[in-house]
């Protein structure tokens, strides 16, 4: 399954929303009715770390700002209120198709 | 808390095999439901997913590399072994394992390898 970024970066001001969207070419609903499609962010040299797993589920720690949505081959994840410590590049990644697959990225600048 | 840490060469010539290893600690590799990935980055690039074990010994491979991964684990040691043979420049990049509970979290800090002659 090819997951596809949109946009590959964007730039926000501090306060305002910000929106990024992965598309799959293929359904991710899985026959056990659940939907194997995740979030991560990685900090300039970092390892990426989990923020939404199965579409919209905020792993232990993560922010309430942070909230994901979608369904089958249409997923966004949004930030209600950009800070500064949200810069850097968010994937997503499917794992539905016993292998995983990472989109290609979209990175996040502060204005 | 759960930590990995990955480990092993950090130069390889083409041709030659890697063997990197992932020592883990906070949780057991015999605990139903628990897995290890392994996860690769090329500079600037995107994460590509390489393999995958399960407590049950279940394991996973992406499908593009699967001739040349080999995945085990040694529970007693809490240890996660990923072999890579016939390594080539490209394979040059920060490899990862990472725990595979809710998703892959955490991850290690990652080993970086390069593939030089």
């Known amino acids: 399954s090819v997951m596809t970024q949109t946009p590959l970066s964007l730039s926000v001001t501090p306060g305002q929303p910000a929106s990024i969207s992965c598309k799959s070419s293929?359904?991710?609903?899985?026959?056990?009715?659940?939907?194997?499609l995740y979030w991560f962010l990685q900090k300039s040299g970092q390892s990426p770390q989990l923020l939404i797993y199965?579409?919209?589920n905020r792993f232990s720690g993560v922010p309430d700002r942070f909230s994901g949505s979608g369904s089958a081959t249409d997923f966004t994840l949004k930030i209600s209120r950009v800070e500064a410590e949200d810069v850097g590049v968010y994937y997503c990644?499917?794992?539905?198709?016993?292998?995983?697959?990472f989109g290609q990225g979209t990175k996040l600048e502060i204005k | 808390q759960i930590t990995l840490k990955e480990s092993g060469p950090t130069l390889l010539k083409p041709t030659q095999t890697l063997t990197l290893t992932c020592t883990i600690s906070?949780?057991?590799?015999?605990?139903?439901?628990?897995?290890v990935g392994w996860i690769r980055q090329p500079p600037g690039k995107a994460p590509e997913w390489l393999a995958l074990?399960?407590?049950?010994?279940?394991?996973r491979y992406s499908p593009s590399l699967k001739s040349r991964l080999t995945i085990t684990k040694d529970t007693s040691k809490n240890q996660v072994v990923l072999t890579m043979t016939n390594m080539d420049p490209v394979d040059t990049g920060t490899y990862y394992c990472?725990?595979?509970?809710?998703?892959?979290?955490?991850w290690g800090q990652g080993t970086l390898v390069t593939v030089s002659s």
């Open positions: 990472a725990h595979r509970g809710s998703g892959f979290d955490p």
């Open positions: 906070g949780f057991s590799l015999s605990t139903s439901g628990v897995g």
């Open positions: 074990i399960y407590w049950d010994d279940d394991k």
């Open positions: 293929r359904s991710l609903l899985h026959t056990d009715g659940r939907t194997y």
């Open positions: 199965e579409v919209s």
């Open positions: 990644m499917q794992s539905v198709y016993l292998t995983h697959t």
